[in-house]
């Protein structure tokens, strides 16, 4: 092998042929590893392999690289192949004589030439490196083969969960629809068998409508008969009595007497036709003289041929009876029809006309016809109302009447108080409380805007004199207060049903009708009236009289602070030093805590109540009071009881909602220990029991409302305090 390197060769051709088979494997061997080594070391001179040959790539086998193996695997030669070009490359071809080129340096084999590859430990050591890379890409195989399979296990797994949720969906949606089926088959079999009854009450009615109008027609049938019959006899019975009386007196004979027949019927005489009338045609029997002979050729005796003189006869005249005509007999169909429709307007006004204030009073109409305007002294309120009567509802519908009636009322009543004639006014607002008690929502949304202004205008006659505290012996007996504010609380009633006619009354409202009837100087009976009418004002955004001039929250902040005053102080009577009943002053109580429960439905109400600087701390001390009276045990225990329940649900209702609007110290600050009286009441209604007999009749709910803001207003510490102070034996 060193003598490559002089250009010398240290053995010849025959030593070569001696060597073993096994040396020459072993240094092909020796030389691959070798070259190999030194190919892994040097890089590649190009990326397509320069050192093929086309012979090369002709015996050339391409195998893919993902797997592995080698790119290029090489057809090797047989052994005898081998040795000969082993031989040839190593020493030359054997009749090349030529010493220069023997001397020349030859390259290293390159072999990866398929013409110098060894045919047996290329094989071998492909085969090694093709199983090692093999084991190692077998092994990352199983390896994501078993994530594989986990994976779909899981996946499975989820499929499962899903068919199984899906399947119980599916049971919850049919039993729900089997729910569903089986409900509306029971509702279609009550509605059917609803149906059905109501089917065979309508058939009975009609059946029963068709009798009664096959038994009306008969009986007009009847009557028709009847009525043509005694037009017919009145007719003949007047013509005979005309033709009596042109004849004059030469015309009265001897009375005859009358032939009488063998058989007797029972009929008389002259009722008996001698002809049947089936014998001659109807025309003739029509014309038929009655009474002329029957013989032809007879004559009548005349009654100057009697010997003996006429007898006097005094003849009574009858009265005449106007005799109808012949057409006028048959009646109309239309006027039967409209002869059996009940109308209710001739009721409304027979009711109004009958009317009276009280027994010991003639009727109203009668009353009214002893008064009369002193503009038109002579013309009387009856003959007003009696002239306009058959005015009213002329081509309208009969609804119309009573609004026209009513309309008719208010304009007398207007036109006494433009005059100052107070006297009948007092019989006009009874018989306008009548009519609108009789038909309230059908008559108060149409006549309230003449009916409200002159009824406020009449009450002011006697509610600003009670305000300022004046005598008030000149309208007493003529003008009633309470009856004023009776009319308006029903006005108000009769348009609650539509917003439209409710907002409309109160903008027709004056606010300061409504302070002034919330003065204590007011009767107490006057005083519930105006409350239970405010409690028709509270709408979504105002409360109370609605007008542009004055802002909204400035009335009912001066709303709040009159009708509030009575939840603080026992006001004094009216005209006089003494004080209210608290029987008195409990109902008045309680109807104000109705209507500030009322006002929390609408936001602007309720926020208003809550930002008032008096109306919490009142309520505050209000269940102090009544707290104080309650365990007193007086007669109206269940009046304080129901005082307390409304009060602290509504205390409960504003401090709640309102609580970033309340600054609760600065509320309590305006009663006189305020703070102690919020703390004290809230303590003994939080430990209250309700099966105790003083503290019966306060709600469950009530309690724990109390619990709740006395642990708004303290700290922890306080409230075991507090707890500690009332469960302490």
């Keep these: 092998m060193a003598g490559h390197d002089d250009g010398e060769s240290a053995y010849d051709d025959d030593d070569l042929d001696d060597l073993p088979s096994d040396a020459l494997v072993e240094l092909e061997n020796n030389a691959i590893q070798f070259t190999q080594a030194q190919r892994v070391k040097a890089a590649p001179s190009s990326d397509y392999g320069d050192d093929f040959e086309d012979g090369d790539l002709d015996d050339a086998v391409v195998i893919d690289e993902s797997r592995s193996t080698p790119a290029l695997r090489q057809t090797v030669p047989g052994p005898a192949i081998q040795h000969e070009q082993f031989r040839r490359q190593r020493y030359g071809m054997a009749n090349n004589s030529n010493l220069a080129n023997r001397q020349r340096y030859n390259p290293p084999p390159k072999f990866n030439e398929s013409s110098r590859l060894p045919s047996g430990p290329i094989v071998q050591h492909a085969d090694k490196v093709e199983q090692g890379t093999g084991e190692q ?78 038994n009306a027609a008969t009986e007009r049938d009847f009557i028709k008969q009847d009525l043509a019959e005694e037009s017919e006899r009145v007719r003949r019975l007047n013509k005979q009595k005309a033709a009596e009386k042109k004849d004059g007196p030469s015309a009265v004979t001897t009375p005859k007497k009358k032939k009488t027949f063998s058989h007797r019927d029972g009929f008389d005489d002259d009722e008996i036709e001698i002809l049947s009338p089936s014998k001659i045609s109807p025309s003739k029997f029509q014309k ?34 106007v005799v109808p005509d012949q057409k006028a007999t048959v009646l109309d169909e239309a006027i039967i029809a409209s002869l059996q429709i009940q109308d209710d307007r001739f009721d409304f006004i027979g009711t109004m006309l009958d009317h009276r204030i009280d027994s010991n009073h003639l009727r109203t109409l009668e009353e009214l016809g002893k008064h009369s305007l002193p503009s038109a002294p002579k013309e009387s309120f009856q003959s007003i109302i009696l002239g306009r009567i058959p005015e009213l509802g002329v081509k309208k519908s009969s609804k119309d009447l009573p609004i026209d009636f009513c309309e008719l009322l208010v304009s007398i009543w207007k036109s006494c108080l433009e005059e100052k004639y107070y006297k009948p006014i007092y019989l006009f607002m009874d018989m306008l409380s009548f009519a609108l008690e009789l038909k309230t929502s059908l008559i108060a949304p149409h006549i309230i805007d003449s009916l409200v202004p002159v009824t406020q205008l009449t009450a002011d006659l006697m509610a600003i004199p009670r305000f300022k505290r004046w005598p008030v012996e000149e309208f007493e007996n003529d003008i009633d207060l309470g009856v004023c504010m009776s009319i308006l609380y029903l006005a108000a009633q009769g348009c609650t049903s539509c917003l439209e006619h409710i ?38 955004d105002s409360f109370g009289a609605i007008h542009v001039d004055v802002p909204q929250d400035h009335q009912i902040s001066w709303i709040l602070d009159r009708f509030s005053y009575i939840l603080y102080e026992v006001p004094p009577l009216p005209m006089s030093n003494g004080k209210f009943a608290l029987v008195v002053l409990s109902k008045m109580r309680i109807q104000i805590l109705q209507l500030l429960t009322s006002m929390t439905r609408s936001p602007f109400a309720s926020k208003a109540v809550a930002i008032h600087p008096l109306v919490i701390g009142r309520l505050v001390s209000l269940i102090s009071d009544e707290l104080d009276l309650l365990y007193d045990y007086q007669p109206r225990h269940e009046e304080s009881a129901r005082i307390i329940s409304l ?83």
């Design 503 to 540: 907002t409309r009354f109160w903008k027709l409202f004056r606010y300061d009708f409504i302070l002034m009837l919330l003065s204590t100087n007011q009767q107490q009976a006057d005083f519930m009236v105006m409350l239970q009418l405010l409690s028709t004002s509270v709408f979504r």
């Design 647 to 729: 009060a602290v649900r509504l205390l409960y209702h504003l401090v709640t909602r309102y609580d970033n609007m309340i600054d609760m110290q600065k509320k309590l600050a305006v009663i006189p220990g305020g703070s102690q009286k919020h703390l004290l009441c809230l303590s003994r209604l939080s430990f209250s029991e309700d099966n105790l007999v003083l503290e019966s009749g306060i709600g469950a709910d009530v309690a724990q409302c109390a619990m709740d803001m006395l642990d708004m207003s303290i700290t922890p510490e306080e409230g075991e305090a507090v707890q500690s102070a009332f469960t302490s034996p």
């Design 288 to 321: 038929r003289n009655i009474g002329s002979p029957s013989k032809p050729g007879k004559r009548k005796r005349k009654a100057a041929e009697s010997p003996a003189g006429a007898l006097e006869v005094i003849q009574i005249d009858e009265p005449s009876a």
């Design 137 to 214: 890409a077998a092994g990352s195989d199983v390896l994501s083969l078993q994530r594989q399979v986990e994976e779909l296990l899981r996946e499975r797994n989820a499929l499962k969960e899903d068919l199984n949720a899906k399947a119980g969906e599916i049971a919850i949606v049919r039993s729900k629809q089997e729910k569903t089926v089986k409900e509306y088959e029971r509702e279609m079999t009550v509605l059917r068998k609803l149906n059905e009854d109501k089917l065979a009450k309508q058939q009975k009615s009609l059946e029963a409508a068709r009798i009664a109008e096959k």
